[in-house]
């Protein structure tokens, strides 16, 4: 069983849709989760971190963490053409800050 | 400088090859680690370093051997590689071990090309 994991994709939602991107882990001990952005070509980026179960908001993005079902999820309102990009999941597992990654879930987001 | 940077950022070597990255961070971290991006795969860690100290070896090659010479410089030094190491090799730093906010920043990576 992967550790994290993610629909692959890819995920096509139109301009001014929301974007609804999901996760799950086997971890039942990790308590910080993180969702990061990649452009082609560039390196993952940083868009949200939540550590508590319910919603966390920043902007158009919504995080959801549900540690009973081992669920995190990533919301995007009002999608743009500038949010295509693969998103990546990621759960802080271990005593040494091991950062499990999903393999990712590609957005393409259409005019 | 701002962030973490990385040099070179592109890298083409031949198997006999000796090369070094480089890996720089300025946000005052205490812990800084190397991943290993290629198609298709997740992100993988390779190491982390904690305080100068290794703390993790993620049974990488011993043909890839990292120095961290104080909190704020990361190599990862190449020597006799395979083509299938070519990948996007990443740096990413954070405030340290032991925290559960602990946000790993990256760098903008390293393409190598094994010939």
């Known amino acids: 069983q992967k550790e994290v994991e993610q629909n692959s994709g890819p995920l096509s939602v139109p301009e001014g849709a929301i974007a609804s991107l999901n996760c799950t882990y086997s971890?039942?001990?990790?308590?910080?989760f993180f969702w990061y952005r990649q452009y082609s070509g560039k390196s993952p980026e940083l868009i949200m971190s939540i550590y508590s179960n319910g919603d966390k908001e920043d902007g158009r993005f919504t995080a959801q963490l549900n540690k009973a079902s081992q669920y995190v999820s990533l919301l995007i309102r009002d999608s743009q053409p500038s949010d295509s990009a693969t998103y990546l999941c990621?759960?802080?597992?271990?005593?040494?800050?091991?950062?499990?990654f999903g393999a990712g879930t590609r957005l393409a987001v259409h005019p | 400088e701002t962030g973490v940077t990385q040099t070179p950022r592109h890298l083409v070597m031949g198997m006999t090859n000796k090369k070094s990255l480089k890996c720089e961070q300025h946000?005052?971290?205490?812990?800084m680690y190397w991943y290993k991006q290629s198609a298709k795969k997740p992100l993988e860690l390779m190491f982390v370093?904690?305080?100068?100290?290794?703390?993790e070896n993620n049974s990488v090659p011993s043909r890839f051997s990292p120095e961290c010479p104080n909190s704020s410089h990361l190599f990862l030094h190449l020597h006799t590689l395979q083509p299938e190491d070519s990948a996007l090799y990443l740096c990413?730093?954070?405030?340290?071990?032991?925290?559960?906010?602990?946000?790993?920043?990256f760098g903008p990576g390293t393409r190598l090309t094994v010939l």
């Open positions: 946000l005052g971290h205490n812990a």
């Open positions: 990413a730093s954070s405030q340290g071990r032991g925290r559960v906010r602990n946000e790993q920043f």
């Open positions: 990621a759960v802080l597992s271990g005593g040494y800050n091991k950062l499990i």
């Open positions: 971890d039942r001990g990790s308590q910080s």
């Open positions: 370093y904690s305080l100068e100290e290794r703390v």
